[in-house]
């Protein structure tokens, strides 16, 4: 059923002290930016978020499905080097790291925090970010997919985003 609501794929990733860890981002707002991100809440990426109170999200490129494939992999350590995820250091204040050549990075500051069962959802404002190049990639009924061409109308909603 959830396999027909497309997404983005998108790497977050928390850090604090030496460790990293990486997990998955929605919107929730544009003013102010807010993201949800869904985590299991035994996870080491929301362990590390909710340490560090920080996270970064890297929206990856339609050239980046095999690195969506490994990051998806499970991880005893650090996942960005048990599985060749390129590394964009984070900007100066920060310390999650990023996907380097991804879309669009955002890196966040968690605001908010929603437990249920055995999910955690963290709210987090964005604080700075940087746009890549190419187009995202997308997931929808269980394959990666590019982002295609824009879909021409008489006239646009008026959404903020």
């Known amino acids: 059923m959830l396999a027909s609501l497309p997404l983005p794929v998108a790497i977050v990733a928390a850090a604090a002290g030496e460790e990293r860890s990486t997990g998955t981002v929605s919107y929730v707002s544009d ?3 807010l993201l949800a991100v869904p985590l299991s809440a035994r996870g080491r990426t929301a362990r590390l978020a909710r340490e560090s109170g920080e996270l970064s999200v890297s929206l990856l490129g339609d050239g980046q499905a095999e690195l969506a494939v490994r990051a998806a992999r499970s991880s005893s350590g650090d996942k960005f080097a048990e599985q060749e995820i390129p590394v964009l250091d984070p900007p100066e204040g920060a310390v999650a790291p990023a996907v380097a050549g991804s879309a669009s990075v ?4 968690v605001v908010g925090e929603h437990l249920h069962g055995g999910g955690l959802l963290l ?3 964005i604080e700075k970010y940087a746009n890549g190049d190419g187009s995202p990639l997308l997931r929808f009924e269980r394959r990666y997919r590019s982002l295609g061409s824009a879909v021409e109308v008489a006239a646009e909603a008026d959404y903020p985003l």
Not at 106 to 109: F, L, P, S, T
Request: with cysteine.
């Open 123 to 125: 709210v987090a404002e």
């Open 31 to 33: 003013e102010p930016p």
């Open 106 to 109: 955002y890196w966040c500051r």
